[in-house]
């Protein structure tokens, strides 16, 4: 199973640490490690993924590789605007373009982990 996981992490030395563990796994085993996706705010993380952008994430997972047509009529959305949602996130890489041109989650599961704190 694939697993993306998408992080707020506002430092970069953490950030850097865990990806740098991550590779160093990686080469030890020779398996795939999880795929993580640092924000450095929140802010950051929701011009990313809006709630337009999550429902074509899941829908795109229910449906599996699509064109953009199919994809637009599923979420009954013009196909200009769900090509322009799609884009950040293929530049980010939580949705990919196969070797058919359908779009596609490479994903099994997106799992968000981050933590709200109050300054103490």
Known sequence: MTTATIRI?????????????????????????????????????????TPKRWTLIETLQKLGPSTYRSLSAALSRDVKRVHEDTAPLLEWGLVEVN???????PYDVIHADFDLRSVA
Do not use: C, M, Y
């Open 99 to 105: 070797d058919e041109g359908r779009i596609h989650v």
């Open 9 to 49: 992490q506002r430092n970069d030395e953490t950030a850097l640490r865990q990806a740098r563990e991550g590779f160093v796994a990686a080469w030890k085993t020779g398996e795939e490690q999880d795929h993580v996706f640092s924000f450095a705010s929140p802010e950051q993380l929701f011009s990313v993924l």
